[in-house]
């Protein structure tokens, strides 16, 4: 296989997911701005998100949240996730939700009050019970759990309370199953937020074993933090679990991925090819908020932006760049990294697409599909879906 | 009189202004967690104010948030004036918000389109018709005006239509009114605010005329800005209109005023009393969230750090401070300021409060009284307060 | 002329400063590591600014930093002058330095003392003096004033004695001279710099008059600054002056222009064009630190990046962008600046060397020159320049 | 033992170690400004420091760095070390130097030639031959390893240098001797330091063994870091070795511990209090460079501002703030511990200090002594102490 060849058979099995949230209403604390056409139940999401795929090729699954996409009962599940094969889509990670309830105003496997931490464990439990009747591989726990103020609560118990429930789903796995723990710096936690950073996510994953792996949410971090060496430490220790993609000018933003800052994209992907993480070991997310843009063009957008990080970092020279660092070469081991970076990769892409079966422009065809005006058209009156559970 | 006596004159005299929708409910954009006991109208906002003015002496106004605060018409406007009144209350500061009608959602009085931009400056010019019915000096204008994404829209000519709709409200203020322009870096805007910083709210202050004044929100800035710096600037310009107090550990977090830094909050009033702040000039306002704690408390608490940071400030020995400042006694002169900081001035305010006929402990007051007992028992049904028009 | 005319034409005019100092060694508090082939005279920075120009054809003028670049009098200026433009180059801005001498310790024309503030203006003045031999236009300020500790100087008074010093220099300069102010966050001052935003320095320069323009320098703002839109501003206001372009992950690091973030340097340059600022109105800039990197070459890159940004700036298709903006199309606006962005500039700026007469790769231009090695072997023996005085 | 008699008794038994290097000159890469008086030699170094000791009485070792501190032979060290005991001094934590020798420009341990890989361990290895003469329990490891461009060198393969490294010198380690390993995010590395953060520091000393333990030095956090909490998981994880204390407003300013937030120094040691750190396994340093201010009342100072903060966190009421915590309570149990952080504790520490024999106020003790104007009057000629080798 020539390199081409291979860079484009890496771009053909690139597989994206896609998370349901996306495709529903989403704002700020200030307003959520409605969206004419926005589903309003998991099966118009799920209609949705097949477009993605269709005009991309690779956004084959699509990210529960519970409960924002409940349905009845386990049974209902089960047929969601027929509904969705009957669409090409498969049902991929499980995101559990225990910040929307009164309950978890303090917090939820933190919270001081054992009550409230028994009721959002039998949560994380329940969505373990989901994940059984969608075939989902990946359990993704974020916890909003924190404090607002010095001495609210005590650090080190919170710790405590927390390593108890991590323990207790992992138990409650099955050995195909996997715990992903997301960090993240701060909001809605404004003094000190229990998982705040990688390095509490992997000290837990580490005891907890190799089923209990670390999310990076790229726009979780502190300012000035180096996201793609984050990377490339995980990868080395065997404990990158997945990404939610996103893009941030501030705090966690949410935009588009790649839109803020597209090299930072770039350097993160070309760890993850560098470290061997270009596998289904990884799980690459979409996890953004379409605040004031079109939904399903946006998404569209985000995928194509993730493929051609990808691209670039695959087209990187790594002979090339091998020898320039062994030299001590600075500015020819930058330069080779650069040279991929400043590559149009978008012909490229519309190849691979092409070779695909698929338009070369998927925001053109979504746009020459009639879909947009098709849900506008239909989906009146009900309730748009949102972050509301 | 002695400097001890002219500290607790000053304390006794200054006034701090609490905003109506901190006594309601409020939250992130995960959730809004409501409280027992939550106003439900205007009127009942300002009986919990009165409460916060009976226990510290020093909260004599609030300021009203339109439409959030709105009442049938300008009559009712007076109405609630006098209702204040009648309560040892003035309504203070008219905010404006053009940020919660989906017409909003690519901006108000920057928005591309000219039918948007007419509908937001009449709102804003309606706000100048309700301090004329309630006597309010000020008219605070905050604008959510930004673009999420490069390209979005056109900076500059942004730049150019919010200085029209600038100058429209300006040429409407009576001769006793004020404007306060306040500027945030980002949020909702994730790209580019129109008013991100102090240069551009001064840009446009300093051309539309001596009634066009600064706010400094303290929780508006880049991290690592010195905000005192920006004070004193802006009090050396003559510039300075208002404070929105709050405080921060990583972006706009709006917890209690002097929680997160209570030494910036000193060094900020320390510039303030040097630079001859310490006056009616200056609008001195609370403007926070009290997400999960108890409301009326956390504004007494407020209050009171704010206090507590003024008495410090006045506290410094200003002779010491320029005589070891003039030699260049860089330890010397921080030594004078940390001396300040260092004092414990709870003593000193609770002897002023008892000069005033006020219990010395506003907090415990408050506590003792009941009222949180009696509004959670009286304001059963109806819709509390919030963000929500 | 074809729009692609119209953009050649553009980058053949484009002209970009680069300073003296990036010739020689650099590096942090920790150490500056030493390069060999390093100039060791202000002759020797001009040989090497020449192959700078040589080699890409848009670098004909050279920022000189006093006393970095003392030469013996008035009249030895003039011969650097000379010196200069028989290699094809101009002596461009000239630096202050008011922050190394050990008096400045705590400040120079911000100095409490009196006498430390005559000497700084003396050398203020002294630098038009200088300008005058050199026929330069600028005169750039850049002030390291401020202070470490709370307290240890009064801000305020700082600002009055900087406003004296200001206007006794712009008062020196002659009608076709300008000064430059520039602003920076912090370092070496760690607690309040006294020019240390736009605002402060854009508030200066507006009351010094039309002559006093601000210095935006890349490295030199608070995390999550929107530096673009302070170009747009200025632009708008008349007030920008001058670039210093480097780039940065963290603080002023100095680094390669567009090496840490080439979308932004994009973007600025976007705003740059979009406000009419790409004229000689506005001086572009180097300013950087090769302390790891060769120098020569180095700087050449940046060039090459600071070019490439601009090309891209200028292939923004501006109807179609305009045309979005104002249907409030957001994605379809920021896919007009992203076609920009992702277009390879690369082949289209060789185009444009070759048509200028030079090599369509500078940076292998100059290594197949020789220059390197000769330099390497020829400047043995006396001190390499540094930023030591 | 009453409450406030084991609070006395804590503050009696704190040690607090002080770094040579503080009492020599530092800067900034723009100057080092030179102080009068300042040693010469290490044991002028010692000299200054037993001045310290003697007017606080809790600074009674001196943590030495090598070369800045090299003597003849590891005789000489020993000799040294009785130096330090006849004047009540031990000396302290032994820290290397592998970021100034020319060999160093591209790194040390991880610097991609194995020759220089190899250099940098031998000096690892003879500090731990300095640690057996001098009697030091620990070795500290901060390595200014980077690179300041994406390319530069291999991520990842760095640490798999890093790691050999670690392990040889871990394996040199006698069994009484510890190995400090210090993060810090940037600087002088611009792009990626090779351990930027405390979970890489973390995951490295996990695998080496328990003799391994993370530095926590206070300025080398990304902005919003929460300290404090990285304190409470460490001690959690029994892997907190030491700090370095200093303080900060913008990036490593390397200010006077408790100069710029002394509210967050109090947090901080609360949690070393809460989590059962205030023993002799952490090892409590100052790491600042006082470069305008006089050194030693500049670290008199610091040694007094890291008492004040201690004796704060040891009067927060345990068993209120307990009850407060478990009721979920949010402003109670934030007041109980402001109310510790509200109390001037300085009558207190002048108590133990006169109960210790000492002089209530250390810096006008100092002051009183003369020894400032001696050094002055002594110290003539030679070379002055700093940061050079």
Not at 143 to 150: A, E, I, K, L, Q
Not at 238 to 261: C, V
Not at 271 to 289: H, I, K, P
Request: hydrophobic share 40%; net charge negative; with cysteine.
């Amino acid at each position: 296989m020539t390199a081409v060849a291979a860079v484009k058979a890496a771009l053909r099995s690139q597989a994206i997911e896609t998370p349901s949230w996306a495709y529903g209403n989403s704002g700020t604390r200030f307003k959520v701005f409605a969206q004419p056409g926005v589903p309003r139940t998991p099966w118009e999401k799920l209609d949705d998100a097949a477009r993605v795929h269709e005009h991309t090729g690779v956004a084959p699954t699509v990210a529960l949240h519970i409960p924002w996409d409940r349905v009845e009962d386990l049974e209902g599940y089960a047929e969601l996730s027929e509904y969705a094969q009957e669409r090409g889509l498969r049902l991929g990670v499980i995101n559990s939700n225990v910040f929307q309830d009164e309950d978890y105003k303090l917090g939820s496997v933190c919270h001081p009050d054992p009550a409230v931490r028994r009721k959002a464990l039998g949560h994380l439990l329940e969505c373990v019970d989901i994940m059984d009747a969608t075939g989902s591989r990946d359990l993704k726990l974020w916890f909003s759990d924190g404090t607002n103020y010095p001495g609210q609560d005590d650090i080190r118990t919170r710790q405590d309370r927390l390593s108890e429930a991590l323990h207790a789903v992992y138990e409650r796995l099955g050995t195909d199953q996997r715990m992903l723990l997301e960090y993240k710096l701060f909001e809605p936690a404004f003094y000190a937020t229990d998982v705040p950073d990688w390095g509490t996510a992997y000290a837990h994953c580490l005891k907890l074993g190799p089923q209990a792996k670390v999310v990076v949410d790229t726009g979780h971090h502190a300012p000035g933090t180096n996201i793609e060496f984050i990377v490339a430490l995980l990868l080395r220790e065997q404990k990158l679990g997945a990404f939610d993609f996103n893009s941030r000018f501030y705090a966690d933003d949410d935009l588009m991925a790649g839109a803020a800052d597209p090299f930072q994209l770039f350097r993160i992907m070309y760890e993850v090819v560098r470290g061997g993480g270009l596998t289904s070991e990884v799980a690459f997310m979409l996890d953004q908020c379409h605040n004031i843009e079109a939904k399903i063009p946006a998404i569209i957008r985000s995928v194509m932006n993730v493929q051609e990080a990808t691209a670039k970092a695959l087209l990187v020279d790594g002979d090339a760049l091998h020898a320039a660092q062994s030299e001590g070469d600075v500015l020819a081991a930058n330069a080779v990294l650069m040279d991929a970076y400043n590559t149009d990769v978008r012909p490229l892409l519309a190849q691979v697409r092409e070779e695909m079966g698929l338009a070369p422009d998927p925001v053109a065809a979504y746009k020459a599909s009639g879909w947009a005006e098709k849900i506008v058209a239909e989906r009146v009156g009900g309730t748009q879906a949102g972050w509301g559970a």
